[in-house]
């Protein structure tokens, strides 16, 4: 499992690194995500080679960024699960907006590069980047 977990990894940051350009990107793991809501970054966030992240544009006081995960989306109407998507959150943890991956992740034709489904565990991403990219422009000019 921790290589199919790598094998993910390596696809989202590929992905990321090559088709966003909105704001910085670090990485996390997310057991560190409540380090982040700390506003812990020293060693916690990394670059895309994995390593701890050297050029980090946030201090320990800022405020004003957004944490991504994935995870199960809610419905907004009757709080029922809408399945798994990008989740945006503020410093705090608080739910700024969320993205389903049938209307932003590209799952009809995966490009091995930016895209993995595990055979095996419930692991995968797909590529979606671009286009959260482009919605994030044109929601948040």
């Known amino acids: 499992m921790k290589r199919e977990a790598e094998v993910v990894a390596k ?3 590929n992905d990321f690194e090559d088709n966003f350009s909105f704001c910085p990107v670090y990485y996390y793991y997310d057991t560190n995500y409540h380090l982040i809501l700390q506003n812990k970054f020293d060693g916690v966030l990394m670059n895309a080679e994995g390593m701890p992240a050297t050029d980090i544009v946030l201090s320990g006081t800022d405020k004003d960024y957004w944490i991504a995960y994935f995870g199960a989306l809610a419905s907004q109407s009757n709080n029922s699960s809408l399945g798994k ?4 959150t503020d410093s705090q943890g608080k ?5 389903w991956r049938g209307e ?3 799952i009809f034709r ?7 489904t595990s055979k095996k565990y419930d692991l995968r991403y797909f590529k979606s980047a671009q286009k959260l990219d482009d919605k994030l422009k044109e929601k948040y000019p």
């Open 11 to 13: 696809v989202m940051i």
């Open 85 to 88: 998507g990008l989740i945006l």
């Open 95 to 99: 739910n700024i907006d969320q993205f």
């Open 104 to 106: 932003y992740f590209d």
């Open 110 to 116: 995966p490009d091995p590069k930016y895209s993995y």
